[in-house]
């Protein structure tokens, strides 16, 4: 199935992110548009799930995913549509989900489905992306912002250094193990919409990218769109 091409005429102008939670959402508004701005994209926004007639966030079928992303693709033809979405408990209902499955290799298999969703939409103006495990992985790409909300006993500041010692992509999916979850437990009065941005933003892209290897790809390919739109 061949993509769609782009017109001559439609230079690239911004990048649309759908997102299925108000986290995200913060995420995209407060941490990845000044990066995008700094490298002089100005019109990026943080998109919402529509799931109902005046309702957003959550339920992500995929059904309901890709009615998302075609709408705005057919809507403006001169942006750049992607998706932060999270592996951790993504509906069986994606494109070649349990063919997946018997993928070992997490990174591969995430990419598996990904490209597996781009057949469904091929656009060349899309760019799908499933954040392994989830978005809060990220927040575990160093101590810095951890550090930054005090009030964490020493004992589950240890849990928090040991987890980031290792790759924060791949720290497990589990039900009480998945890094939300470590969240929770570990930080006192946990707010996931406040705490998650705040404690990304004290980090800093850079350290991310440099430590989360399929998130830098997906800048990586966005920025690469762009400046060749």
């Given amino acids: 199935m061949g ?12 990048i649309y992110i759908i997102v299925e939670g108000p986290t995200e959402e913060q995420f995209v508004n407060e941490v990845l548009r000044p990066y995008f701005i700094g490298m002089g994209i100005y019109d990026v926004r943080a998109i919402l799930i529509q799931t109902s007639p005046g309702y957003k966030g959550g339920d ?26 999270d592996y951790f408990r993504l509906r069986t209902d994606f494109p070649k989900y349990a063919e997946a499955q018997s993928i070992v290799d997490k990174y591969k298999r995430v990419a598996f489905l990904e490209h597996a969703v781009r057949e469904v939409i091929p656009d060349e103006r ?12 990220l927040l575990f ?41 470590r969240l929770e437990r570990l930080i006192p009065g946990n707010k996931k919409r406040q705490h998650g941005p705040i404690v990304a933003m004290e980090i800093g892209i850079p350290i991310i990218l440099a430590r989360c290897d399929r998130f830098r790809y997906w800048l990586e390919t966005i920025t690469g769109i762009m400046k060749a739109g």
């Fill in 141 to 181: 790409s160093a101590d810095t912002g951890f550090k930054y909300l005090g009030n964490i006993p020493e004992k589950h500041m240890t849990e928090l250094q040991q987890a980031i010692a290792g790759a924060p992509e791949l720290i497990n999916d589990g039900a009480t193990t998945a890094p939300s979850k």
């Fill in 126 to 137: 899309f760019v799908p992306y499933i954040q392994l495990h989830e978005f809060e992985g």
């Fill in 60 to 85: 992500m079928k995929f059904e309901r995913y890709k009615n998302n992303i075609e709408h705005l693709l057919k809507a403006e033809r001169d942006i750049v549509v992607t998706s932060l979405i």
């Fill in 3 to 14: 993509e769609k091409r782009i017109g001559r005429q439609a230079a690239i102008r911004g």
